[in-house]
Every structure is written in structure tokens, then in C-alpha cells.
């Protein structure tokens, strides 16, 4: 009855509604989270990720650096269940290759930087690895401000990121907001540009930890939209290199379905110089037992295709310590094999390997926490561990066959 009885204030209550669903950010906004990922092509596109409070435009502005005319483009959006948060996604495609852009919520206000890939290696490419992320704010901004100071391309953080468990309450969603506003402050590189982070699930993505469905994972979903909905993808950069992010059983069994993906697309890739597989739950752990579930199913699934298709080096997470295995090939020892490292330590509590009790298979371990420094040419590739002081504690070179 109000509402025919005052038609023209309900005019007006539509239209501002309409209006707060398409209003821009004001000039002095800043997002609480903001991260950049890849979908596709990292030499061609962008994927802009930030985080508001109640209703606004997915938009944003960008254009090359050092021009003048900024490109509008819109996205899509996710809530982020058990917050008042939501998640605003915007790919950029189209993009120049190694070419740097910058981009703003509203012209005139903050203004963030980044670059595309570069479409060869004809200059060396540098990423950073590394996993098991926060477990306390000090150690996780520590090693993010060091690894962010080295200048990577990218980072490659393979799980247990914010140890939310899957949670939508209150404390677990502020593990989130702590995580992505550590990232913000601190994945900055030397020249201002933002760092992309690429992501696989670990444990602590997932209520319950293995074997459960995307929905036990819904944060890690509405957060990220690599590696997809799929639960694993693989990141192709031109010819020269290729990642494969896994899901060690967390919301996708290892063996099936994404053992019989893992080979098709590594098959289709045996031309491409670099191929790195990342994932959480380790085939030979440092610290636990190699009789773990899931390190057996790895072993069983997924070992034998990196032996089929030569894969050299694979990143491993889990157990909180630094590990390099020998080179393994058919489960023995082998020179012409894989080399395992891990093992996701970038900002936990560290454990350390019982010396008394060495493992087969483990050629150096200790309790550091640590991240990987990757340098890609065309014909080797040079991979440093750093400690959390900055200093390189261990090195794999391999010329590339
Ligand atoms: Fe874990």
C-alpha cells in the first residue's frame, strides 16, 4: 500500500539501489586485498583480483606505462561466503608481451603496476617457489619481502596458504584478510610492480584436508581463479616453459581423472625446455613417512609419467622443512632422473628431519625455512634456495637436453 501511495519515493529508492550496484570506486578507494594471477597465456593477459565492502562496478582502468589514455574494462564477481567481502575479478587479454601496464580503480586515484611475460628466453626468466605460507605474520612478510626484493616474474606457492581449513568463521575468513593484506603490502618488486601469485590447494584449503569436494574448499575457490574450478590447470609461457599446478587429493584425487589430464598434457608438452609440476603433499617426504597416503598414491600415479616425459624437477610442500632429493627415476636412484625439492617452508613453524633415521631417497634436508629462486635460459636451468636471512644454502643447475 506505501509503496502506491508514494510511488515517486520508491522511484527513488530503485534508482539509488541501481546506482550502488553500478557505482565506480571513489577516488580514494584501496582495496583491503588485491593479487594478480594467470588464467591463460601469461605473455598476453592479466587477471586482477580485489576485495570490497558492499556494492561496486568489477572495473578498472589500465593502459601501457608512460601513456595517457586509460581502457576501461569490466569483470565479474564472487562472494566470498561467510563475509561481507566480494571477490572482483577482471582478466585483461590482448596484452603485449614483457610490456609493463598500469592500472587504477578510478582515474586520478592510487595506481598499481605490472608486466606481462616476456615471450621467449631471450633474457633469462626468474621465478621464486615455495609453500606451507603463514602460520604467522612476521615469517610470512619476512620471506615475501625478500623474495618480493630478488625481483621474480612470479611466485609459485604450492598450498597451505592461510591455514583457514576450509572455515567460514570469523577467525578463520581473518586468516584470509591477514594473508592477502601481507601480500599486498609486501609482493611489491623493486620498480613498484605488483607480483603475481599463482596457487595449488594444500590441507589447509580444505575442511577435512583430502579427499573431500570443491565445496569443502568454497573460500579457496571465490579467492582465486587459477588454478579454476577444475582444481588443477597448467600454465603455459610461450614455448619455453610450462607449470602444472596439481591438487594432491584435496578436493581432486590423484589417481583417475587428473593422473589421465597430467598425461595427456605433459605428452603434449615434450618440446617445451622448462616444465615444472607443483603440488602440496609431497611423493617423498622429508619429515613424514614415505608411507603416507598420499604420498604413495603420487608415487604410484604421477611418478612415472614425470619419468615417461622427463620431467627434471619438481616442487613438493607439506612438511615444513627444506629438501632435496637425489635424482630419482622408477623409484631408485638414478642420474638421469627427478629431483624432488621441497618442502614448503616459507612462513611456518620448521621441523626438522631426524638425522638418525635418513631417509633413501633424501639427499640433503633440514629444518630452514626457505623459498626456491628459479632462473630460466635456453639452455640450463638454475635453481637457488634461500633462507630467511637471504643467503643461498643450496643450488641445482641442470642444462636443459
Ligand atoms: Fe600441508
Redesign the pocket.
Known sequence: MHFLKYPFIAFLAVLSFAGALHAREDSSFDPPALYLQWQRDPTRGMTIHWHTVGDAKSELFFRPLDTTHWKSALGTTKPLVGTERTVRIVELTGLKPGANYEFCFQPGARVFKFRTMPKDLSQPVRFITG??VYHNLKWMGNTTALAAKLDPAFIVLG??LAYSNGGTDPENISRWFDYFASWKTNAVAPDGRLIPMLVTL???EVKD?YRQPVEKAASFYSLFSSPGPQGYSTLDFGKYLSLFLLDSDHTHTIAGDQTEWLGKNLSARRNVPHVFPVY??PAYPSFREESGIQAKEVRANWCPLFDKYGVKVVFE????CFKRTFPIRAGKIDPKGTTYLGD?AWGVEVRNPDPAKPKWYVEKSAGIRHFYVVTLTPEARHILAINESGQVFDEVYQRVK
Open positions: 609453500g606451507d598450498g597451505d594444500g590441507n589447509h584436508s602440496h603433499t610442500n607439506h612438511d615444513h614448503g
